[in-house]
């Protein structure tokens, strides 16, 4: 075959041509497929490439929604981003199951998410987190935060996953593409070229989208950080607060109106506050658990506060199980509920009562002592020693003879009111009030504003103020009391001559008195001796009654310098041992007690204080009443006893300056007296019977009243007529 002919031949141009054009368009058919292939595996990349980045947004929203969770937790957020977030994560998930839709496997997995999405749903709050300064440990709250940790920990897991499989379909989508490059050069080199641009656009896609990823995770991580140490703060204050922290929702009715609460959550502070459990309010109502609040007030106030979002304040006492106490709310609108702070304020109420009367009591002091000080005719003054600057109270002003605070005082204005013989005194007490903080100095004489002489008693003590030495007190005007002092003393010397006076006759009296009674007594004698044969029967009772009367005025006399010699001390107290004294009384008094047949008995008596002589003189005159006042025909029975008893116990009013006393009882079986007469018998010269009845000059009882005040004790005398009588003696212990 001609090689030459047949390239020259027209045929073989045609057939080149036609082969030329059949291979051009073979080869632009095999192009146009290899770039539909090429466009389809461009496509395929593309969209593994949008499924990737689906599935990478949709695993941001969900850490997005958990990082939300966690600031609203923290900052009380109360934009509405969650909403968004729900919104961008149900958007992602219609994106990617649209996109997986020929992937079976993608399919369950985006199945998988959408379960995972509800479940996050579930666990969301229906309205925004409590205030993280009134937070305190919120368990509830913190599991609800770990489950939603799960969920996003598990959505995580299925991203890894379906990046894994799409990642798997971009290596064979790759492969595939390059052995469909290879069908011809150009299309080959376009493939590459496209497929190149098309790894490069989808490589600094994925690597752009991976950096962000990155980014993303390390925020999420230093947030998590952050949010772990917040926690571990929030818990601390939880726990430390004594606040009852509690969030509520809304109960209504059917036509939308508010008539309760319910309880969404409660701080455990609940349990301390009220005595109720904290999981036992969970899901109750308030009305439910605390029926008084419709009654005090608080229901209407959260009704209101609901509806107008106005913050509430309100405080009221609370009946509890086990106690009444005081609780202050504030109450605060969040979201779609209402969040309640309620602390005890029992302890501060009282406090505050406890402070107002204190205040109305020292106010009412103040008063009392102004208008004591104006009754009593005192001042008060504070004097501070380091600079000498003084104050004195308005009455202070008043004992001067100036108006309360005309003028300020200071210790040389004050050193012109003192009276010129008592400036020297003044400077002392100033110079040693200032360096020892007190003064011997208690008394001054001042010069009012009118010129008149003002005694003052000056009564100081040293304190610190704020370590400032001072020296505080009060003054006296004394001046009535120097003027009857002065005539206490004239008085004094009047009482003194003329107690001499009654000692000059006191011994007349014992002496000169008595002279002509023992001479009486003598004549008597010596004509009864010498001539009482030879006297009328009626001289003879002439003389009996002079005889007798003679005697009763020597009695008479003897009582009375007896009653008048009481008060001359005339022997030191010492222990007298009272059984001592009535063993000796009962001597003195044998004789008549033998012509009696008298019987004295006498438990154990105490030791006493005393002048030994003058209580005989008590028991003496004491025994010979009762010998001398006994029935006809009855033998009188004595009995003494002593008892301990203390001074509130004794019914008797008389001075007791002792805690304890002892009280003895002088009992007899004789004829008594009529109870008027108790004190009457007590009183000089007072008798119950005529001289005829029974002997005496009356001044017995009298001098045993006497010795035993000078004792600072007391007697009195219970009877009744015909019943005998029991005279009572109070002696001190000492």
Known sequence: MDIKRILASTKTYVFLLILAAAL?????????????????????????????????????NFLLLESIQLKAQIQQDQENLGDMVIIEIDQGLERLQALTKDNDSQQERVKVLRALRNDMISEL??????????????????????????IVNKAQVIKKNMLSEENYLMVSRREEFTSQSFLTPLSSLLVAITSMIIFVIGFISIYSQKREITKVNAHIIEQNKKLQETETFLKGVYKSSNNVISHFEPIKDGHGKVIDFKFVYASNAIEEVTG???????????????????????????????????????????????????????????????????????????????????NEELSLQNTIFKEAEIVAGIGSYIWYL???????????????????????????????????????DYDTLCVETIENGTSSISTLRILTKDKKVLHLNINGRFIQIENQPVSVGIVQDITEQVKKDNQLIDSYDKLKLSNEELESFSRVASHDLQEPLRKIQVFISRIEDDARESLPKKSVVYFEKIKIAALRMRDLIQNLLTYSGIERQDGEFEEVNLNGVVSKVTDELSQLIKETNAKISNGHLP??????????QVFANLISNSIKYRKNDVDPIITISSTQVNAQEIQEKFSKNFTAYYRIALADNGIGFAPEYAKTIFEVFQKLHSKTEYSGTGIGLSICKKIVENHQGHIHAVSTLGEGATFVVYLPVH
């Open 276 to 358: 109720s459990d904290q999981a036992e309010n969970i899901g109750k109502t308030l009305v439910e658990m605390y029926p008084m609040v419709v009654e005090n007030g608080l229901l209407d106030l959260m009704k209101h506060c609901y509806k107008t979002g106005e913050s509430q304040e309100h405080e009221s006492e609370y009946a509890f199980a086990d106690s009444t106490k005081t609780i202050c709310n504030t109450i605060v609108k969040s979201g779609g509920g209402i969040t309640n702070t309620a602390w005890d304020t029992t302890n501060i109420k009282k406090t505050e009562k406890a402070l107002y009367e204190l």
């Open 386 to 424: 380091d600079d000498g600057s003084v104050t004195i109270s308005d009455n202070f002003y008043r004992l001067l003879g100036y108006e309360p605070n005309s003028f300020p005082i200071t210790l040389e204005n004050y050193r012109n009111m003192v009276h010129p013989d008592d400036r020297e």
């Open 24 to 60: 051009l368009l073979y080869t632009a058919g095999v192009g146009y497929k290899q770039v539909e292939r090429l466009y389809s595996s461009g496509e395929k990349v593309t969209h593994t490439l949008d499924v990737q980045r689906a599935i990478v947004e949709l695993s941001s």
């Open 125 to 150: 709050p229906v309205t925004p987190i409590l205030d993280s300064t009134e937070v305190a440990n919120k368990q509830p709250q913190l599991d609800r935060l770990e489950r939603i940790s799960k």
């Open 607 to 616: 030791k006493v204080k005393g002048i030994a002589f003058k209580l005989e």
